[in-house]
């Protein structure tokens, strides 16, 4: 399915559900109100995604003579596209993402970590990496999931409050609506993302940088370092980066949208690029 219809059913899925919650919490005037906030929702869904998840994670626009914005503009030039906005996560943990709504609107994002982490060959394959997710226009649709993923978790969070302050405050209430709001925010999520496209991702990075062992080695030890430093990141987020940042356990686990890293490395170093 195209990307762009995707992005439209996910952002129709989000009003419905907005819409049911506020007439179940408020009745007409729930309804009148959900429907504000969903119209709100869609367009800054749409035009706003990727600040907000930017935003999220504290990131920090570098300027030209940064070696991660250079790095960039050599891999953008060499791939055809026009130069992102470069950004750095003041995170210790090793990992990267791109966002924006399309290749003249998209922006690149990686941690502290990594560019302590990784070799500058293997730098290098993560952020070819990420420019193919911007070739592929992969990033309108996961910033869009992220954002309503997150809005649908925050809803069931709000919906909890609201139960447990009519009822005396009761947790096992709130524990109840993530129990069905976070799987649900979950489909939503792997319904939008495909797995296959982070070895896409993958394939589409070693032909732009004709390396494919550089960004095997990344994988590995993006993958092994994160176990160890895992990334403080929102589920909801958790498709966007180049590894599953944190170990995710219990409801959590259910936003995994990423293949096996050796598997990865495994498909990468058979791939005739």
Do not use: C
């Amino acid at each position: 399915m195209p990307n762009g219809l995707k992005t439209a059913l996910l952002l129709g899925a989000l009003s419905g559900m907005l819409l049911l919650l506020g007439d179940y919490l408020g009745g007409q005037q729930g309804l009148v109100l959900a429907f504000a906030f969903a119209a709100l929702m869609n367009l800054g869904s749409y035009w706003f995604s990727d600040k907000i998840v930017l935003r999220m994670y504290h990131a920090q626009e570098v300027s030209p003579s940064h070696p991660l914005f250079q790095m960039t503009q050599r891999l953008a030039q060499k791939a055809g596209l026009p130069m992102p906005k470069v950004y750095v996560i003041p995170d210790s943990s090793p990992n990267a993402f791109a966002t924006g709504r399309n290749p003249q609107h998209a922006a690149v994002a990686a941690t502290e970590g990594i560019m302590q982490a990784l070799a500058p060959h293997e730098l290098e394959g993560v952020i070819a990496h990420e420019l193919a997710h911007v070739r592929h226009r992969d990033i309108l649709i996961s910033s869009v999931a992220a954002t309503i993923a997150a809005a649908v978790m925050m809803v069931a969070r709000m919906a909890a409050g609201g139960r447990d302050d009519r009822e005396g405050g009761s947790n096992p209430i709130a524990l109840f609506a993530m129990m069905i709001f976070a799987p649900m925010a979950a489909m939503l999520i792997q319904m939008a993302i495909s797995r296959s496209r982070e070895f896409a991702a993958d394939a589409g990075a070693a032909r732009i940088t004709g390396n494919p062992h550089a960004l095997a080695d990344a994988l590995r030890k993006i993958d092994a370092i994160a176990r160890r430093v895992p990334l403080d990141a929102n589920p909801a987020t958790a498709h966007m980066f180049i590894v599953k940042p944190f170990s995710g356990q219990g409801l959590m686990s259910l936003f995994s949208t990423h293949p096996p890293t050796e598997a990865r490395v495994q498909a990468l170093l058979k791939g005739a690029y």
